[in-house]
């Protein structure tokens, strides 16, 4: 029977990274709950008590306020770590 080749190059290894833990700035977990608790509150606001000086005069543009605060609430947390 034939001997089987032996390997000529060594085998590849990477170089080893050191990680590096990525922490999340302090504000940003507070702002985003923040984000997210405006924004439900406008919405139901605007179903639920619609005479409201500011509400009022916004129209259903409330519910493209409301839900640019929750918007910007998944943006923050997509930064979350």
Do not use: D, E
């Not at 000529?8 to 608790?37: G, H």
């Not at 259903?60 to 910007?72: D, E, K, R, T, Y």
């Amino acid at each position: 029977m034939p001997k089987s080749r032996t390997r000529k190059k060594a085998v590849y290894t990477p170089p080893q990274k050191t990680q590096q833990v990525q922490v999340s700035p302090r504000w940003l977990a507070p702002v985003m709950v923040v984000a997210w608790v405006i924004g439900i509150l406008w919405i139901a606001t605007f179903y639920i008590a619609p005479n409201v000086p500011l509400i009022s005069t916004l129209g259903n543009w409330n519910l493209a306020v409301g839900f640019a605060f929750i918007i910007f609430g998944v943006v923050l947390s997509t930064r979350w770590r």
